[in-house]
């Protein structure tokens, strides 16, 4: 009855949008936690069968931190109170519980959460400016995070295609983080669980991009140094485009080492697409020069077709 009453309490807030999950021992609590991975609030009481509610908050808390935790009792004895400050529980409530308590709580965790994301995020898109330049600063990785990195190369200066903005962006938004670079646009994608960065890769398509637009998408991790070298491998890899094909998805995992000669070949014609843009004339005639006569002599027939489809 406690159980129905607490929903009955959220949904009279207007409090619709919340997922109620209801575990009636500290093993299914933990069990909970585990098959769900973000649980925002857990409201939990001392005294339960078996694993009691001090002991379920023990266990849960090293692998899910970011949990705001209630400790429910009717019993205000001060060993109770002494042990779950101990444990950092956010605040030890006395039961039954009114319908203003639970609106406090959802309010201070609410404020909570936008503070810590927005840490979250600042620390993340510092790791991610200091990574790109090969500086270590691990500390800036949020601990209890998983990551993924997406790299959107862009060959082409018409205004639609620069300021195109990817569905899976705009959709998962609060997730994301983009920084520009001379390769095109980083994005980050973060979650405390792994669930959720591959269901947001699993969204986007191997191809149909604006002309142009290339995807390259990297694993999912929670290690920094690990993490790090997957964003140096997808921007030294990122040229082979040429070669391989524009306007499709290319997945790290799945990426086999080109030639140095075929990557460094690759990167000259980027050079020749960037003087084209930017307008440096005498370098590009230069680079034609050196590239057009040897075209149908070096290069096998499939990737003259992609390399045309690149300078098109």
């Known amino acids: 009855m406690i159980h129905v009453s607490i929903e009955f309490c959220l949904r009279q807030l207007g409090e619709t949008q919340l997922q109620v999950l209801h575990a009636y021992n500290g093993s299914e609590m933990l069990a909970c936690m585990e098959e769900n991975r973000s649980i925002d609030i857990a409201l939990v009481y001392v005294r339960m069968p078996g694993t009691d509610g001090l002991a379920a908050i023990a266990s849960a808390r090293p692998q899910w931190p970011h949990t705001h935790y209630y400790i429910m009792s009717s019993f205000s004895e001060f060993e109770y109170a002494r042990e779950a400050i101990r444990l950092s529980v956010t605040e030890y409530l006395l039961k039954p519980l009114a319908p203003e308590d639970l609106a406090r709580v959802l309010s201070q965790v609410r404020e909570k959460q936008a503070g810590q994301e927005k840490q979250v995020r600042d620390s993340f898109r510092s790791w991610l400016e200091s990574a790109l330049h090969h500086r270590d600063v691990s500390y800036l990785y949020a601990s209890g995070y998983h990551t993924a990195i997406v790299l ?134 230069s680079l034609c020069a050196r590239f057009l006569p040897s075209l149908d002599k070096e290069i096998p027939l499939q990737q003259l077709v992609h390399l045309s489809a690149f300078i098109q």
């Not at 990297?218 to 140096?232: E, F, T």
């Not at 491998?233 to 290319?250: A, E, K, V």
Request: charged share 15%; net charge negative.
């Open 152 to 285: 959107l190369t862009c060959d082409s200066n018409q205004e639609d295609v620069l300021f195109w903005v990817p569905p899976f962006v705009t959709a998962h938004h609060s997730r994301i983080l983009s920084l520009p670079c001379h390769e095109g646009t980083l994005l980050l994608i973060y979650a405390g669980a792994p669930g959720l960065i591959h269901e947001i890769l699993g969204s986007i398509p191997k191809k149909g991009y604006p002309a142009g637009i290339s995807v390259f998408v990297s694993s999912v991790c929670h290690d920094p140094a690990k993490m790090s070298a997957q964003l140096h491998q997808i921007l030294d890899l990122s040229p082979c485009r040429i070669f391989t094909g524009i306007g499709i998805r290319y997945d790290l995992a799945a990426m086999g080492e080109p030639a140095l000669h075929t990557l460094d070949t690759a990167r000259q014609w980027l050079a020749l697409r960037d003087s084209y843009f930017e307008q440096q004339y005498t370098a590009y005639v």
